[in-house]
């Protein structure tokens, strides 16, 4: 007979495990993913699934954490992680539906042909007896559970698709306002699970943006030498060093040559308890070579890609954003104007807030800035446009185009209404009798980006509007993007915060650049709209 302590063990011990099967929804008795894996043994790229050279992967798929964020270089295993997971978690736990996501309906497809349906066919078994196919590459079943596979640029793919468990891959190639939509197949569900992962691409952007809010864990590589541990990411270049002939992976403290094998991983936000990052780079890849890494890191003309792919860091070159510094470098010492004798340009960008950016031509710039202001009404508008007498105005068309279009009407042949148009190329297009102007939307960026980084404009003296202003122009960066119906790719400016000033500043740089100057001559407008003429040095549009 046993003991009443023995009893009271093992009540304790079954009321633990009912406890870990609530929480971790659990239907039967299995080992954690990464034994499971590693004991079948999953066959994977037609190989027995083993932790050797991977070590740093053993945290990671032992991990249950339902908010994930990896943020990663290339060729590191995290697709194979997030794919095993996604089965695993089909197959052993409770949850009714998984939404595994991709960037295209393309790369759905590469998934389903070229990774998921290999797994399937090397492991007959055990993974393969599970799912069962529906004839579609895009859903499956396994076991009890419906995993859905979408491209995540169509906005029909992502309704009426329940789901417990969200899984982005590569994130950084997907519309941000797609994710936003995703996270709300969450909303029924009582796990709302979701693992991002992903190539980073922009700073404050995508899975550097997610990675940010995470406890940001590193794989330190300690020492056999003197027991100190490194993190590669934070001290490279400096810790690939030549020695003999050779390229090694170097302690920081003594130098002595590091395993990529013997680390562990270390949190940098170690409070941040409920959201997990994991960051991977190819520096301590066994299937990397250092001196590779170094040589490319040396000779690249593509650092972005360079940092982007091998370190899994975000960046972006000096030419593609601006900093902040970069714009405040241009403050003049005259204050922000209440009126101007003009003629001036005004840039009006709308929100819940009119932005608005007012400049003129200066005789040794591209131009001036002379006052930069948010306001509520459009009838103060009114009041800027008489006392900077405005000759020409562009302003954002949506979303309250009625307003806008009322606010034009107001001031005839003065104020366009701008769309941006991807396939206007070249110089802008200016439609008078309709009052609205066309342009393509990195064409135009790029041009008024030039005007701040060949530093040919003037501002205000600095103060709080123009620290917002600076930040605002901060918050765009020029990042490369691939169609998904050709194939051509193209670079693109995103959003990466509050950008109302970038785009009013914009449009004031597009009006400005029609006008000109008239010199002791008589004028005629070129602008059918409005035409006027006078003699003398002074300012007019075209």
């Known amino acids: 007979m046993k003991s009443s302590e023995s009893l009271n063990k093992e009540t304790l011990f079954a009321d633990l495990c009912e406890s870990i099967d ?43 954490h339902p908010h994930q964020v990896y943020q990663k270089g290339a060729q590191l295993g995290l697709t194979s992680l997030a794919m095993l997971k996604a089965i695993y978690a089909a197959r052993y736990r409770k949850l009714s539906g998984i939404l595994y996501l991709f960037p295209s309906k393309s790369d759905v497809t590469d998934f389903s042909k070229g990774r998921l349906n290999p797994l399937l066919q090397g492991n007959p078994e055990t993974i393969g007896s599970w ?18 596979l979408r491209g995540m640029r169509s906005r029909t793919g992502l309704k009426s698709v329940p789901a417990d468990l969200l899984i982005f891959d590569e ?10 939509m995703a996270l709300e197949r969450l909303s029924h569900s009582e796990y709302k699970e979701i693992l991002k992962l992903s190539n980073p691409t922009l700073s404050d952007y995508g899975v550097d943006k997610a990675f940010q809010k995470m406890d940001q864990r590193y794989w330190l590589l300690k020492c056999e030498k003197c027991g100190e541990y490194t993190c590669l990411e934070d001290t490279f270049p400096e810790c690939l060093i030549t020695v003999k002939d050779r390229v090694i992976r170097a302690c920081h403290k003594c130098e002595a040559e590091l395993n990529p094998s013997i680390g562990q991983w270390a949190a940098k936000k170690p409070g941040v308890e409920d959201r997990r990052g994991y960051h991977f780079s190819q520096l301590f890849s066994h299937y990397v070579d250092p001196a590779d890494i170094l040589l490319q890191f040396r000779t690249t003309d593509n650092l972005t890609d360079f940092y982007n792919l091998k370190i ?27 009126e101007d004798e003009g003629p001036c340009s005004m840039g009006v960008d709308q929100g819940k807030d009119l932005h608005v950016v007012i400049g003129k031509k200066h005789h040794e710039k591209s131009g001036q800035i002379v006052h930069i202001g948010i306001y509520k009404d459009w009838e103060e508008l009114d009041r800027l446009m008489k006392n900077f007498k405005v000759s020409r105005c562009v302003v954002d068309a949506l979303p309250e185009i009625r307003n806008a279009r009322t606010f034009a009407e107001r001031h005839k042949g003065k104020i366009y209404l701008n769309y941006y148009n991807q396939h206007q190329k070249g110089s802008y297009a200016w439609n008078g009798k309709e009052l609205i102007c066309q342009c393509n939307r990195t064409e135009s960026l790029d041009a008024s980006h030039r005007q701040i980084m060949e530093k040919q404009l003037i501002l205000p003296k600095n103060c709080g509007v123009i620290n917002e202003f600076a930040k605002h122009l901060h918050n765009v960066a020029k990042k490369l993007e691939e169609d998904e119906e050709t194939g051509s790719k193209r670079y693109v400016y995103v959003k990466l915060g509050p950008d109302h000033f970038r785009h009013a500043f914009n449009y004031e740089a597009m009006a400005r650049g029609k006008i000109v100057v008239a010199r002791d001559f008589e004028f005629y407008s070129v602008d059918s709209a409005v035409a006027g003429g006078w003699k003398g040095d002074s300012w007019q549009y075209d």
């Open 22 to 64: 609530q929480q971790y929804g659990i239907d039967e008795e299995v080992l954690p993913l990464g034994e499971w894996a590693e004991g079948v043994p999953v066959i994977l790229d037609g190989r027995a699934f083993t932790f050797d050279k991977h070590e740093y992967l053993k945290e990671p798929y032992a991990d249950n």
């Open 171 to 180: 994130l950084d190639e997907a519309p941000p306002n797609a994710v936003d």
């Open 312 to 338: 899994g860091v975000a960046y972006v070159e000096a030419v593609n954003r601006l900093s902040s510094q970069e714009v405040l470098s241009l403050c003049g010492s005259e204050g922000i104007a209440s």
């Open 131 to 148: 799912m069962k196919d529906t004839d579609a590459a895009n859903i499956k079943r396994v076991h009890n559970c419906f995993l859905y």
